[in-house]
């Protein structure tokens, strides 16, 4: 049948990159930098932590394919897990139906979930259907539950500098990179938005601590002006990814957790992309050793596999609207809601954190990516490199001539697009957030691949950044 084709059929029916810039949009691109500029790659196929095109080229995912990827590409205990589901029960409404992988991985998900021993755990888990999605579930779920309690006052959210949530209205809104948000700007909350936390350019861990407690310091000054007004403070524990890989001290989680408590607000933590070990420990709250009232997940949260977003939530929010009145009910919902063979997915990548011991073997891969590391320092265009577990960031000194905004916009400027197509070209995906350049490579990257990673990196310098 036309327009069918098997993988054999493919390499064969017509020229990829034309057929789709002829019908595809794609996302946080400028289209006009197609097919020039901005080279497009049509994949074919993924094995482990390479990506292979039409015609055999293979380039290693330095990035996981936008953080998603955990345990490589075409991970056969994954897709096997997907295939039984799909022989069983492929999707079904998640409104007074249910299923097993639902229940179980949101049994396990609690389990997993962080703790603190004085708090009552995490204990109800809310499906959406990707990190957006989520981010909307949790800041609606923190808004209404005031609502239900006859509070009306509290319709303000806090959200920190540098912060990035999401490309939905809402989740734009707690969001803090210029370029995303401020066309849509008149569609947006009116958000508080306080400093981050960011320990960029801190030579050592007392004062990393010291940025942590300013910015805890103005955290507490807003929420002291605005008494009986914040519903909830939003962040994202440890990495603003979007933000160009910022890190900041567990110390600020713990304060802000602190402050919370002391103003009556509900923290949400977005571990959409550092949950499922990539800061060192399963999830970046464990670090501060704080649980959040609500807690975002996706992206890693099937292995890369499917879509599916988890909003756990307390059970305190979770009773705040039970009531006779449909009105209190959280009447929020997404077709695709708990869908069968996501839930196989994340479960399967759940158990391959168990039988392969992940998180010990990230240590060891985390270790090895720093030495890698370090000797880019010496490049005269490196400012800073940074690490939290499996993220590595190499900020570059500023472009005087770019004028987009910093470090937080994908490929930015010519030399971001300088850098992207000599990545490639060496077999690498490099995707560059403006001035920084990151890796984030799948947990199944071996030796020989981080080598790969770092010498292109090496390259990359010596090449795309000649002003420096």
Same mark, same amino acid.
């Given at each position: 049948m036309k327009g069918l084709h098997d993988a054999n059929m493919i390499a064969v029916d017509g020229d990829w990159r034309a057929r789709d810039l002829a019908v595809l949009w794609h996302p946080c691109t400028q289209m006009r930098e197609h097919p020039d500029a901005l080279p497009l790659l049509p994949v074919a196929r993924g094995e482990g932590a390479w990506l292979v095109g039409h015609d055999g080229q293979?380039?290693?995912?330095?990035?996981?394919?936008?953080?998603?990827?955990?345990?490589?590409?075409?991970?056969?205990?994954?897709?096997?897990?997907?295939?039984?589901?799909?022989?069983?029960?492929?999707?079904?409404?998640?409104?007074?139906?249910?299923?097993? %992988?639902? #229940?179980?991985? =949101?049994?396990?998900?609690?389990?997993?979930? /962080?703790?603190?021993? +004085? &708090? @009552?755990?995490?204990?109800?888990?809310?499906?959406?259907?990707?990190?957006?999605?989520?981010?909307?579930?949790?800041?609606?779920?923190?808004?209404?539950?005031?609502?239900?309690?006859?509070?009306?006052?509290?319709?303000?959210?806090?959200?920190?500098?540098?912060?990035?949530?999401?490309?939905?209205?809402g989740a734009l809104s707690v969001g803090d990179i210029p370029l995303y948000r401020r066309v849509y700007a008149p569609l947006l909350l009116d958000v508080l938005f306080a400093p981050s936390p960011d320990a960029f350019g801190a030579s050592d861990e007392d004062t990393a601590i010291r940025c942590a407690d300013a910015a805890a310091d103005a955290l507490a000054e807003l929420l002291a002006a605005h008494p009986d007004a914040v519903c909830a403070l939003i962040l994202e %524990?440890? #990495?603003?990814? =979007?933000?160009?890989?910022?890190?900041?001290? /567990?110390?600020?989680? +713990? &304060? @802000?957790?602190?402050?919370?408590?002391?103003?009556?607000?509900?923290l949400i933590a977005d571990e959409i992309a550092v949950g499922f070990g990539r800061t060192g420990t399963l999830f970046a709250c464990e670090?501060?050793?704080?649980?959040?009232?609500?807690?975002?997940?996706?992206?890693?949260?099937?292995?890369?596999?499917?879509?599916?977003?988890?909003?756990?939530?307390?059970?305190?929010?979770?009773?705040?609207?039970?009531?006779?009145?449909?009105?209190?009910?959280?009447?929020?919902?997404?077709?695709?809601?708990?869908?069968?063979?996501?839930?196989?997915?994340?479960?399967?990548?759940?158990?391959?954190?168990?039988?392969?011991?992940?998180?010990?073997?990230?240590?060891?891969?985390?270790?090895?990516m720093a030495a890698l590391a370090a000797p880019l320092k010496a490049y005269p265009a490196v400012r800073e490199i940074r690490q939290t577990g499996m993220i590595v960031a190499i900020e570059l000194q500023p472009e005087p001539d770019n004028h987009d905004d910093g470090h937080?916009?994908?490929i930015a400027g010519r030399r971001g697009l300088r850098m992207y197509r000599k990545a490639l070209e060496a077999g690498v995906l490099l995707r560059p957030l403006g001035d920084v350049l990151y890796w984030m490579p799948p947990y199944c990257i071996d030796d020989a691949q981080l080598a790969l990673l770092a010498t292109t990196t090496a390259a990359v310098l010596e090449e795309a950044c000649p002003c420096a």
């Open positions: 293979r380039v290693l995912d330095g990035v996981s394919s936008w953080w998603t990827n955990l345990h490589g590409h075409a991970e056969p205990r994954i897709a096997e897990a997907i295939a039984r589901q799909a022989r069983t029960l492929e999707q079904v409404i998640l409104a007074g139906f249910s299923h097993a %992988p639902a #229940v179980e991985l =949101a049994e396990r998900l609690l389990a997993l979930a /962080p703790r603190e021993a +004085r &708090r @009552a755990p995490l204990s109800k888990v809310f499906y959406a259907d990707n990190g957006s999605s989520g981010v909307e579930v949790a800041l609606k779920m923190a808004f209404h539950w005031f609502h239900n309690r006859g509070i009306k006052g509290r319709t303000k959210f806090i959200a920190l500098g540098n912060s990035y949530h999401g490309e939905t209205l %524990p440890l #990495v603003q990814c =979007a933000g160009g890989m910022r890190m900041h001290h /567990p110390h600020y989680l +713990r &304060r @802000a957790r602190a402050l919370c408590d002391a103003h009556g607000v509900f670090q501060a050793g704080i649980q959040p009232d609500l807690l975002c997940l996706s992206k890693g949260l099937t292995g890369g596999f499917l879509p599916l977003c988890a909003v756990l939530a307390t059970q305190q929010i979770y009773d705040g609207f039970l009531d006779d009145s449909r009105e209190r009910a959280f009447l929020h919902s997404h077709s695709y809601s708990g869908n069968p063979l996501a839930c196989a997915a994340a479960l399967a990548s759940l158990a391959i954190f168990e039988s392969d011991d992940v998180l010990a073997r990230n240590r060891v891969t985390a270790t090895r937080a916009v994908e």
